[in-house]
């Protein structure tokens, strides 16, 4: 995995161009539509060599159960302070129910308990924030791409959204919502899971209760926590700043291999 040509590598490198646009300061560098233009290339330009070096399936490594982490931050929300989070927290989710629609054939909601009774997948794999930071957990829960076979995607499908219950700021278009979304490589990836359990327990709420999605070969910000809806889509100009996730945007970029 050391010589991978990671998405950091390519991106250093593409920041070589700034010189010949005539900017001064960082400010000027970020807020310019051509280096931004010359950073989306390169981003899709790593995404295409990581992938075409490792292979869509190549697993994330996993660990053994004496390598879990004894403590394990919590990334993001700690706690979502939203109306609707809170009833659902005080009845211990038993009305919670994960909606799926968009771009599908059979539309569906499916209650924690469904989940649970779905077969399960459980990894122990290392979480990599983007902070710096890194711990190992285990993980359990259902493979998203055997939930997306049951409610089968339509052919115009290619991006999947999550829809989080955590509200972080009200910026951009009036909405602070998290969510986050993959294309359909990573949605079937056979590590990609929606886990309902972290080290053989519910979820905490600081990691996600009562779903998450573990998404192992990219950095943490893209494993969105408080699931409430996921959505398949074509495409993902139109939904909140229309890059993808809150982080993205905000600047941080879609594709956060590792």
Request: some cysteine.
């Amino acid at each position: 995995m050391s010589r991978i040509i990671t998405r950091r590598r390519f991106l250093i490198g593409s920041t070589l161009t700034a010189s010949t646009l005539g900017l001064s300061g960082c400010d000027a560098l970020v807020e310019s539509p051509k280096v931004q233009s010359i950073l989306k290339i390169a981003e899709g330009l790593t995404m295409k060599t990581q992938r075409a070096l490792i292979g869509d399936d190549t697993l994330a490594r996993e660990y053994s159960l004496a390598d879990i982490s004894p403590s394990f931050r919590a990334n993001g929300t700690s706690m979502p302070d939203g109306a609707q989070y809170q009833d659902l927290l005080s009845r211990q989710f038993s009305t919670w129910q994960l909606e799926v629609g968009g771009l599908v054939e059979r539309p569906a909601k499916l209650s924690l308990a469904a989940l649970k009774a779905m077969p399960a997948r459980t990894q122990i794999t290392r979480h990599d924030c983007v902070e710096g930071w890194s711990a190992i957990g285990q993980w359990s829960g259902v493979p998203l791409g055997a939930l997306l076979n049951q409610v089968g995607l339509k052919p115009e499908a290619r991006y999947i959204v999550f829809h989080c219950a955590d509200e972080y700021e009200k910026t951009l278009d009036g909405s602070g919502w998290y969510y986050e979304s993959i294309d359909l490589v990573d949605a079937f990836h056979p590590q990609t899971i929606l886990a309902h359990s972290m080290n053989g327990h519910d979820l905490e709420v600081a990691h996600g209760a009562p779903l998450r999605l573990r998404v192992e070969r990219q950095l943490g910000y893209k494993q969105a926590k408080y699931l409430m809806r996921i959505e398949a889509v074509s495409d993902l100009s139109t939904l909140y700043g229309g890059n993808g996730g809150f982080w993205e945007d905000r600047g941080y970029e879609w594709y956060a291999g590792i």
